[in-house]
């Protein structure tokens, strides 16, 4: 008992030091952004996007390298995203001003381009477990260097279109901006996040150990909660300032990189990693329903209500529900 109760006061702490980071983050990504003339959007879906993900490219790093669990990365990616897609557009609809604008640019351009992210990350595993299957209980599959090239391919498509987008949205830079300051103090949030991180990818395992269970239900709930928080915190900072397309889309481009990026890249540094296919069919299923749910609900009326707030933190409590009683063994959806 007094062992699980440590990992869950390691995971509290991490995800605080986390959080400090963020906030570094946050500011320096929103100076970089005006010292470049960057529009929103693009602000929001790229350079807040990839420096809020930071955190999720390394839990994969940290679970495949330090502590050789791939799939612990793997769902603490698609734990962030569902995190993202749920709770952080709830969280700030419901600490802003009780509604949140979309737009069709929004809703039409990056949620499309999420959804085919998520189609194009579970044709990677299924082309593993297709022409690379490996001997074991289950369905196993080896992603290797060449399957993973293909999600960073398409990554580097999203990233063509932004800068279209930039290049016909031209907003005048702030040369006032310190841009080596602002970039100093960005790469400082990041090394505090990779600290928090590494606090949080600890704790998922020592809890998956604790209870029985695949550390990788754990860090769909722990990593990817404690992780998420710049997202969170850059969303909800954006919707007070009354710039709802910055918060959306910062959600929508976090997934995005987090699923092209970030599993990919654990990939390239490993070399080749093993999947099993039963423990991520369940995973990239729930962020399906969620990614439906998402759109569903931005795409009526444009707009996000105080009530369709709630319903998106309600989903999350289910899928939080359904972890728990995976790991604790009254449900048997994911194999141990």
């Known amino acids: 008992m007094l062992e699980i109760v440590w990992f869950l006061v390691l995971a509290t702490v991490a995800t605080g030091v986390v959080w400090k980071g963020s906030t570094w983050l946050e500011t320096a990504a929103d100076r970089i952004a005006v010292g470049y003339g960057v529009p929103p959007v693009v602000q929001g879906a790229v350079i807040a996007a990839v420096g809020s993900s930071t955190p999720e490219l ?20 698609v734990g962030s995203a569902v995190f993202n897609l749920l709770v952080i557009p709830g969280l700030a609809v419901l600490a802003g001003t009780g509604s949140m604008s979309t737009n069709q640019e929004l809703v039409y351009k990056e949620s499309l381009f999420y959804m085919l992210a998520v189609a194009a990350l579970l044709l990677t595993f299924s082309l ?21 090239l293909f999600p960073l391919g398409l990554y580097g498509l999203y990233v063509f279109t932004q800068y279209l987008d930039a290049t016909e949205n031209e907003i005048t830079a702030d040369r006032s901006v310190n841009r080596l300051r ?24 020592g809890l998956g150990d604790a209870f029985g269970t695949p550390a990788f239900l754990w860090g ?4 990817a909660a404690g992780s998420s928080v710049p997202d969170a915190f850059v969303s909800v900072a954006a919707a007070r300032a009354d710039r709802p397309s910055v918060s959306l889309a910062n959600v929508l ?16 540094v490993a070399g080749s990693l093993a999947i099993t296919f039963a423990h991520i069919v369940p995973m990239m299923a729930f962020l399906v329903l969620a990614t439906v749910v998402f759109f569903a609900i931005a795409r009526t009326g444009m707009l996000l209500s105080e009530r369709e707030a709630w ?26």
Do not use: C, K
């Not at 477990?129 to 260097?145: C, D, M, S």
């Open 253 to 268: 481009g976090s997934n995005i990189f987090d699923l092209l990026v970030a599993v990919p890249v654990g990939v390239l």
């Open 182 to 205: 602002t970039w100093l103090w960005f790469g400082a949030g990041l090394v505090v996040i990779v600290v928090g991180v590494e606090g949080l990818v600890r704790a998922a395992i």
């Open 58 to 77: 390394v839990s994969v790093l940290l679970a495949t390298l330090v502590h050789g669990e791939f799939e612990l990365g793997v769902g603490a990616v």
């Open 128 to 148: 593993a477990v297709i022409y690379h299957p490996l001997e074991g209980a289950g369905l196993q599959g080896e992603v290797t260097r060449w399957l993973a």
């Open 311 to 336: 319903l998106l933190l309600g989903a999350y409590g289910v899928f939080v529900v359904w972890l728990v009683l995976e790991s604790v063994g009254l449900l048997n959806v994911v194999p141990t």
């Open 220 to 223: 769909m709930i722990v990593v």
